[in-house]
């Protein structure tokens, strides 16, 4: 889903490199305020904070899915590695994090989400990877 194209948007600062610096807001808001953001062809979301935390939940299996696949494949990884040394490849590592900094704007992803994400998948990965190269018996 995605935010209708023909209104402003007034948060769109905060998906384009670092956050902004803002005032604070001071408002007390008359609940729900603005107007849902998540929309396809017949429906909007969401009416109630359950509504919204009911699709986080699903959103969030999906994620441990993906995630447990791409660390079978940090494993699998380890495999071609001949020494601990050269597990960790910062070239890399750099790759992978500016390249989903780059994509993140066309998912419309903050790209301060996709740089910190992505920076904890890859140091979280290497240590996974560590683990595993040190617990082989020598070939
Ligand atoms: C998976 C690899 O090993 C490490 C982990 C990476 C990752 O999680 O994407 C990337 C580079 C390496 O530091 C690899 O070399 O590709």
New binding site residues.
Partial sequence: GSMHALTTDFAEACYLGALPSLGPSNSIRLTPWGSPTIMNETTTCCSSLDEVRAGIDSIDAQLLNLLAQ?AA??R???R??TTRDV????T??T??IDGAVQNALAFHLPQTVAKAVFTA??N???SF?LCVFDSYPDT
């Fill in positions: 791409r494949y940090v699998e990884a380890t071609f590695k597990v960790d490849v910062p890399r590592d790759q992978v998948i890859i979280s990965s290497v990877e």
